[in-house]
C-alpha cells in the first residue's frame, strides 16, 4: 500500500475509529456523520484488500487482520510523530508540543516539583513549547506514556508496567481522617480508637486496591470505592467514613476543624511519586529532554 494525502486522511479516521470503539463515538470526536465514516472505513478497505472490523447489531469488532492493521498503524503515525519532531529540532529552537499527565490535587504539596519545573522549562530562551496537561489515574497515565498519548507523567504507581521507565521522584505523606463528629473521635482512648477501627467503613481509591490500608489494621468492613481525592474527601465530609489522605491536600479542614487526624504518631502512611517515560528505545525529543532536566533539577534541589 503506498501512503498517499487520501490514505493518510482514512488512517485517521480508522484510528480515531478504534479508539472511540465504533462508529457512532467516533462521530463527535471526527465532526462528521456515522454514514460519512462507514463510507471512508469502507474506502480503506477496499484500498487494503481485507475487512478491517465487524460492525452492526453485534457492535463493533475488528477482525484478527484489523488489529494487527491498528497495530501498524500505531506505528506509522509514531514514527511520523517522531520524524516532525526532529526536523522541527533542526531549527535549533526549543518547539514542539510536550504532553504531561499527573495524579489529581498535587498542587498542594510544597515537596512536588511539577509546577516549578515547568516554570523553568517555559523560561529557557528560544522557547515555543505547546504544553498539555491531562489529570488521571494511574492506570490511564501509564496506558497513555505507552501509547504515546503523553510524554510523561507523574503519579503513585502501586505496580511497575513492562515498557515504562519509573523515576522516583518524591514521598508523600498521608494521614488517617475523619469528620470531627464521627464516632471514632469520641472513643476515650488510642487503644480503642485502634480496635473500633477495623470495624469502621472507609474509603479506597480504587488504583490501591487492597494498599491502601495496612492489612494488619483492616478487615472486609463495608468500603466505599473512588477514583480520586475530591470523590474520597467527599464522602468522609459525609460522616460516614474514614480515609487517608496526604497531609498537605486536608490541612484546609483540619485547620478549621472540620476534620480529625487519628493517632497520626501511631498511623501514617508513605506514598511514593514517580516519574514515568517510555524506555529509552529511541532518543529522547528535544521539548522531552528540557522537561526532564528541569525537574530533576527541581527534585534534586528538594533535596539538599
Not at 74 to 96: D, Y
Request: hydrophobic share 40%.
Amino acid at each position: 500500500m503506498i501512503v498517499s494525502d487520501i490514505d493518510l486522511r482514512l488512517l485517521k479516521v480508522f484510528k480515531m475509529v478504534v479508539e472511540a470503539n465504533g462508529f457512532s463515538n467516533a462521530q463527535t470526536r471526527l465532526n462528521v456523520s456515522q454514514s460519512t465514516i462507514s463510507a471512508q472505513m469502507s474506502q480503506l478497505e477496499v484500498r487494503l484488500g481485507f475487512i478491517l472490523c465487524q460492525r452492526g447489531r453485534s457492535g463493533f469488532q475488528l477482525t484478527d487482520k484489523g488489529k494487527e492493521f491498528y497495530h501498524y498503524t500505531l506505528q506509522f503515525f509514531q514514527s511520523l510523530q517522531e520524524f516532525q519532531v526532529r526536523t522541527t529540532e533542526l531549527k535549533g529552537v526549543l518547539t514542539g508540543t510536550l504532553r504531561i499527565g499527573f495524579l489529581d490535587n498535587v498542587i498542594t504539596d510544597p515537596e512536588n516539583p511539577l509546577c516549578h519545573a515547568l516554570e523553568k522549562l517555559m523560561s529557557l530562551p528560544q522557547n515555543t513549547i505547546h504544553l498539555v496537561l491531562e489529570t488521571l489515574s494511574p492506570p490511564e497515565l501509564e496506558k497513555k506514556v505507552l501509547d504515546h498519548s503523553l510524554d510523561a507523567a507523574i503519579g503513585i504507581f502501586p505496580g511497575r508496567v513492562p515498557g515504562l521507565n519509573y523515576q522516583a521522584l518524591y514521598i508523600e505523606r498521608d494521614i488517617l481522617v475523619c469528620r470531627n463528629d464521627h464516632p471514632l473521635v469520641r472513643e476515650d482512648s488510642t487503644q480503642h480508637i485502634i480496635e473500633a477501627i477495623p470495624r469502621t467503613p472507609r474509603v479506597v481509591r480504587t488504583f490501591f486496591d487492597d494498599k491502601e490500608f495496612p492489612i494488619h489494621l483492616f478487615n472486609d468492613t463495608v468500603s466505599a470505592s473512588v477514583t480520586n481525592l475530591e470523590a474520597s474527601a467527599m464522602l468522609v465530609l459525609t460522616g460516614h467514613y474514614i480515609g487517608f489522605f496526604p497531609q498537605h491536600y486536608v490541612q484546609r479542614w483540619l485547620d478549621t476543624g472540620e476534620l480529625v487526624c487519628l493517632i497520626p504518631d501511631k498511623i501514617s502512611r508513605q506514598s511514593q511519586f514517580d516519574l514515568i517515560i517510555r524506555d529509552k528505545k529511541t532518543p529522547l525529543s528535544i521539548v522531552l529532554d528540557a522537561f526532564l532536566r528541569c525537574i530533576y533539577a527541581i527534585r534534586d534541589d528538594h533535596k539538599t
